[in-house]
């Protein structure tokens, strides 16, 4: 079993930035695929950017060059960098580990964190 907690959601005005990070325990996931994706009300939860233990990087159109995604594999966490954040970033912001095969969808993901809010508003 993968325990994942998010952190770092909170209130931001447009233009601004927030990093969330994504605490796993249980086991390693260094060789995990790691994602973040968002939900809003009435919507699919969406995936946002993910990465491979090796490194490769997937990111969703809207969110290319404004969010970066990184691994500290040793400290078994995950980052998301948000930058130039819009008030369409508003969102619940999930981590998910998945194994090697892992690609955009919801099912490809074994393990959830509980998600954090992020709200883009001035």
């Known amino acids: 079993q993968v325990q994942l907690v998010e952190s770092g959601g909170g209130l931001v005005q447009p233009g601004g930035s927030l990093r969330l990070s994504c605490a796993a325990s249980g086991r390693t996931v260094s060789t995990a695929v790691m994602g973040w994706f968002r939900q809003v009300p009435g919507k699919e939860r969406e995936l946002v950017a993910r990465i491979r233990s090796g490194g490769s990087i997937l990111y969703a159109d809207s969110v290319k060059g404004r969010f970066t995604i990184s691994r500290d594999n040793a400290k078994n966490m995950v980052y998301l960098q948000m930058n130039s954040l819009k008030p369409e970033d508003t969102a619940v912001y999930y981590c998910?580990?998945?194994?090697?095969?892992?690609?955009?969808?919801?099912?490809?993901?074994?393990?959830w964190g509980q998600g954090t809010q992020v709200t883009v508003s001035s």
């Open positions: 998910a580990a998945g194994p090697g095969s892992a690609y955009r969808g919801t099912l490809d993901y074994d393990f």
